[in-house]
């Protein structure tokens, strides 16, 4: 590059600089972002899975000894 040209490449490459660190950063809290949302996700999973249980745990039961348990409350 020319004596002329030098100047204007070490602006390009400052100005790109900050663009990049303005890019990590968003990166960063799009990560922070994903990290919340997966971990609610998998907290309603549980919560999900937990109440599918109660479910199934019912159903082996037989609806007379559910009745007198259910009848008490």
Known sequence: P???????????????????????????????????????RADLKKYMVEHQNLLSSMGRFPSEILGEIFGFC
């Open 2 to 40: 020319s004596d002329f040209d030098i100047p204007r490449i070490k602006q390009v490459l400052a100005e790109s600089s900050v663009n990049l660190a303005k890019y990590d950063a968003r990166i960063e809290e799009l990560m922070g972002i994903v990290a919340g949302l997966q971990q609610k």
